[in-house]
């Protein structure tokens, strides 16, 4: 494990734990965990502290952290608000190597909350002492016993064994998505919740994760990323084990972001922002706990297709369509079975449509060996990396179930690389009987369909090469203050990105001298540092076509300029080639307030806004990286020659886009944003016509 990874294990697998405001009671927030624990026979030692007992829960009680008769691996603090920075303090003189602060009342509450916090992280963290919390719900391991919580979620049950590991910043919804996980037969005997996160992130919690050997799926529910360069290495690192993460991100809305900050004192951040970064690192995000237990459970058979492809047996032809739609909007190819394959099936029942789906028609129920041939058909011939076979009611009666199971259970048997899926409604000891035969059942087949499509990206997420290097790039010192446009385009041109001819003219004379070089028709625009969006106040002039209209045009931008923004500081006009053909294209930076500088793309002008057709990416990436987000957008086929029309050159164009992210990187915090729009995608090259380069403090 990485060390900051690793630095977590005494939290999370303690050989001994000190509980400090420990209670008698075991209904109380002290009381919980030693009852739990004791329940759930954890091998380690139990030390409980309090002043005003010498026995808890019948365990000899310690008035101080300094009259322990030994150094605990963690140490739960259940203390109220105003004993609990002192404790942690304590407890780092001690040399405890983590402790779980339960305790509320930090910078969830108020600026003094925030303070006390930093005040207890800095006490910890003197003493190199991981802390969880403060405002949490603690966790628990079920594989050791160890139950440093208070949640009452207990109380209807313990964990089932399995190797799905929840992280969650939300105590009460990580422990909801234990319970939940529970009712539906699946085993998360890890829940760690991370609250505040003063010091241990949701990253970090993954990242252990994704280095236990004994955790195979990893279930993360945040309400925002505080701390980037962990979540970055935890979702690597998962990566690289062949880790499936799936993730509820929530926050996506206005209203969710301000209670996600309210409720964690944490950043929701960008959305779209976010999908970005989690769909580079191969996370499945999903959008209900439904939607993620569904995913959680088929990854648990660790079959990632890294070329995902659907083929559906099924007995209804309605069925059939609806899981084609749900696989078509989600991506899930289902080619058509080979005509030779086609053919066999229809011999064997005339009746039946074999293309995929493959609907074997209710007559197979006549002759049960029939569902094993078509089975074995569609896999051996159609070679499908993923089988979905709707059989609804049928496949819970019990003159069918067990023909079913062993038709349907020597195919897969053949072919334990695929994944097999059965849609039907069954009794839950039948449907215990179907999943220990390797099947994963599911009652509604559009569920089965997204869970498949998850395994897939998946798949394609761990076969992926390492992405490319970024291009190199000169570094460029940025200015003190936001410069014009054409001063913007200067610092591009250092890095390689190309603008449209221009030159700058600060009398009409020069203007027209100016046009006459580049050759008509020309565009010219207001050049001001302080009037970056030149078209709100009618400062750019299109389709400029002689002389006498320049010297009029430079006339009327100065005026205009000197109307609407009678303080700003006018160093002239510029006057530009009027770019014709190609498309008009946005590259864009923007500075996440956790991730960093973000590259977008899209179709520019008004398409920008009309459509929002962008794509997202952090920075720096090389060109396989740019060249697949201009692939991606939806207006893509209007860059590679859709209609006849030339193609764009998409080489030049990602070659500015990741020299832009380089760019971006490279220029630091003080860079806020960059606006290229448009950039004119040519058959020959690709040039930035507009460009605003903003700088903050």
């Given at each position: 494990?990485?060390?900051?990874?690793?630095?977590?294990?005494?939290?999370?697998?303690?050989?001994?734990?000190?509980?400090?405001?420990?209670?008698?009671?075991?209904?109380?927030?002290?009381?919980?965990?030693?009852?739990?624990?004791?329940?759930?026979?954890?091998?380690?030692?139990?030390?409980?502290?309090?002043?005003?007992?010498?026995?808890?829960?019948?365990?000899?009680?310690?008035?101080?952290?300094?009259?322990?008769?030994?150094?605990?691996?963690?140490?739960?603090?259940?203390?109220?608000?105003?004993?609990?920075?002192?404790?942690?303090?304590?407890?780092?003189?001690?040399?405890?190597?983590?402790?779980?602060?339960?305790?509320?009342?930090?910078?969830?509450?108020?600026?003094?909350?925030?303070?006390?916090?930093?005040?207890?992280?800095?006490?910890?963290?003197?003493?190199?002492?991981?802390?969880?919390?403060?405002?949490?719900?603690?966790?628990?391991?079920?594989?050791?016993?160890?139950?440093?919580?208070?949640?009452?979620?207990?109380?209807?049950?313990?964990?089932?064994?399995?190797?799905?590991?929840?992280?969650?910043?939300?105590?009460?919804?990580?422990?909801?998505?234990?319970?939940?996980?529970?009712?539906?037969?699946?085993?998360?005997?890890?829940?760690?919740?991370?609250?505040?996160?003063?010091?241990?992130?949701?990253?970090?919690?993954?990242?252990?994760?994704?280095?236990?050997?004994?955790?195979?799926?990893?279930?993360?529910?945040?309400?925002?990323?505080?701390?980037?360069?962990?979540?970055?290495a935890a979702l690597a690192a998962a990566r690289a084990a062949k880790k499936p993460v799936v993730m509820m991100k929530v926050g996506r809305s206005?209203?969710?972001?301000?209670?996600?900050?309210?409720?964690?004192?944490?950043?929701?951040?960008?959305?779209?922002?976010?999908?970005?970064?989690?769909?580079?690192?191969?996370?499945?995000?999903?959008?209900?706990?439904?939607?993620?237990?569904?995913?959680?459970?088929?990854?648990?058979?660790?079959?990632?297709?890294?070329?995902?492809?659907?083929?559906?047996?099924?007995?209804?032809?309605?069925?059939?369509?609806?899981?084609?739609?749900?696989?078509?909007?989600?991506?899930?190819?289902?080619?058509?079975?080979?005509?030779?394959?086609?053919?066999?099936?229809?011999?064997?029942?005339?009746?039946?449509?074999?293309?995929?789906?493959?609907?074997?028609?209710?007559?197979?129920?006549?002759?049960?060996?029939?569902?094993?041939?078509?089975?074995?058909?569609?896999?051996?011939?159609?070679?499908?990396?993923?089988?979905?076979?709707?059989?609804?009611?049928?496949?819970?009666?019990?003159?069918?179930?067990?023909?079913?199971?062993?038709?349907?259970?020597?195919?897969?048997?053949?072919?334990?690389?695929?994944?097999?899926?059965?849609?039907?409604?069954?009794?839950?000891?039948?449907?215990?009987?179907?999943?220990?035969?390797?099947?994963?059942?599911?009652?509604?087949?559009?569920?089965?369909?997204?869970?498949?499509?998850?395994?897939?990206?998946?798949?394609?997420?761990?076969?992926?090469?390492?992405?490319?290097?970024?291009?190199?790039?000169?570094?460029?010192?940025?200015?003190?203050?936001?410069?014009?446009?054409?001063?913007?385009?200067?610092?591009?041109?250092?890095?390689?990105?190309?603008?449209?001819?221009?030159?700058?003219?600060?009398?009409?004379?020069?203007?027209?001298?100016?046009?006459?070089?580049?050759?008509?028709?020309?565009?010219?625009?207001?050049?001001?540092?302080?009037?970056?969006?030149?078209?709100?106040?009618?400062?750019?002039?299109?389709?400029?076509?002689?002389?006498?209209?320049?010297?009029?045009?430079?006339?009327?931008?100065?005026?205009?300029?000197?109307?609407?923004?009678?303080?700003?500081l006018i160093e002239g006009v510029l006057v530009a080639k009027q770019m014709s053909g190609g498309v008009e294209c946005i590259l864009g930076i923007?500075?996440?307030?956790?991730?960093?500088?973000?590259?977008?793309?899209?179709?520019?002008?008004?398409?920008?806004?009309?459509?929002?057709?962008?794509?997202?990416?952090?920075?720096?990436?090389?060109?396989?990286?740019?060249?697949?987000?201009?692939?991606?957008?939806?207006?893509?086929?209007?860059?590679?020659?859709?209609?006849?029309?030339?193609?764009?050159?998409?080489?030049?164009?990602?070659?500015?886009?990741?020299?832009?992210?380089?760019?971006?990187?490279?220029?630091?915090?003080?860079?806020?944003?960059?606006?290229?729009?448009?950039?004119?995608?040519?058959?020959?090259?690709?040039?930035?016509?507009?460009?605003?380069?903003?700088?903050?403090?």
């Open positions: 494990m990485s060390a900051r990874f690793t630095s977590l294990t005494p939290l999370l697998a303690p050989r001994s734990v000190a509980v400090i405001g420990a209670s008698d009671e075991p209904t109380r927030i002290g009381g919980r965990p030693i009852a739990y624990m004791r329940q759930q026979n954890f091998a380690g030692r139990i030390l409980p502290v309090n002043p005003k007992r010498t026995t808890v829960q019948g365990l000899p009680c310690f008035p101080t952290v300094a009259d322990l008769p030994e150094t605990p691996d963690v140490a739960i603090v259940a203390v109220p608000a105003a004993l609990a920075v002192d404790t942690v303090a304590q407890l780092a003189v001690r040399g405890v190597a983590g402790a779980i602060v339960l305790t509320a009342g930090f910078a969830e509450m108020d600026a003094a909350g925030a303070a006390a916090q930093e005040a207890m992280v800095a006490a910890a963290r003197g003493a190199g002492m991981r802390l969880l919390g403060p405002n949490c719900l603690g966790l628990f391991n079920a594989r050791i016993g160890f139950y440093p919580t208070f949640s009452a979620s207990l109380e209807t049950g313990f964990p089932l064994p399995g190797r799905i590991g929840i992280a969650s910043q939300s105590g009460a919804y990580g422990t909801h998505l234990f319970a939940t996980a529970r009712a539906r037969g699946l085993g998360t005997p890890l829940c760690i919740t991370t609250g505040n996160e003063g010091d241990v992130t949701i990253g970090d919690v993954i990242g252990w994760l994704a280095e236990d050997p004994e955790t195979d799926v990893i279930a993360a529910y945040a309400e925002g990323i505080r701390e980037a360069e962990s979540f970055f206005a209203l969710g972001g301000a209670a996600a900050r309210s409720h964690t004192a944490s950043i929701a951040g960008d959305d779209a922002v976010t999908d970005a970064v989690l769909s580079e690192f191969g996370v499945v995000r999903a959008v209900t706990t439904e939607q993620m237990l569904d995913i959680a459970y088929c990854a648990s058979k660790r079959i990632y297709p890294a070329r995902n492809t659907l083929g559906v047996i099924t007995v209804s032809g309605g069925a059939g369509v609806l899981i084609s739609d749900a696989a078509e909007e989600l991506g899930l190819a289902m080619p058509e079975m080979p005509s030779a394959a086609q053919a066999a099936l229809k011999a064997l029942v005339p009746f039946s449509a074999p293309r995929n789906p493959v609907d074997c028609t209710a007559q197979v129920f006549n002759n049960l060996p029939l569902i094993g041939h078509f089975a074995e058909t569609m896999v051996a011939e159609g070679g499908y990396a993923s089988v979905l076979a709707f059989f609804s009611q049928t496949g819970g009666a019990a003159s069918i179930a067990p023909h079913l199971k062993t038709q349907l259970g020597a195919v897969r048997v053949r072919y334990p690389d695929r994944l097999f899926v059965l849609s039907v409604i069954a009794s839950p000891e039948l449907v215990r009987a179907y999943e220990a035969e390797g099947f994963l059942v599911f009652e509604d087949p559009s569920r089965a369909v997204a869970a498949i499509a998850a395994m897939g990206r998946f798949g394609a997420a761990f076969a992926a090469p390492p992405p490319a290097a970024p291009p190199a790039v000169p570094v460029v010192t940025l200015p003190a203050q936001t410069p014009d446009e054409a001063a913007c385009k200067r610092l591009l041109s250092v890095a390689g990105i190309a603008s449209v001819p221009e030159r700058i003219a600060t009398t009409p004379a020069e203007a027209t001298a100016a046009a006459s070089a580049l050759g008509f028709p020309v565009v010219m625009k207001i050049l001001s540092p302080d009037i970056l969006h030149k078209s709100e106040i009618g400062g750019v002039l299109l389709g400029i076509t002689d002389a006498a209209a320049v010297a009029r045009g430079f006339t009327t931008l100065i005026e205009r300029a000197r109307a609407a923004r009678p303080a700003a923007h500075r996440d307030p956790v991730f960093g500088p973000v590259a977008a793309f899209g179709l520019g002008g008004i398409f920008v806004e009309v459509l929002r057709d962008v794509v997202f990416h952090r920075c720096p990436f090389g060109l396989d990286i740019a060249t697949a987000m201009i692939r991606s957008i939806r207006g893509a086929p209007l860059l590679l020659g859709a209609r006849g029309r030339a193609p764009a050159d998409i080489d030049a164009l990602a070659r500015m886009l990741a020299r832009l992210s380089v760019f971006a990187d490279q220029a630091g915090q003080r860079l806020r944003a960059i606006d290229l729009n448009p950039v004119f995608a040519l058959p020959e090259g690709a040039f930035a016509a507009d460009a605003v380069i903003e700088i903050g403090e």
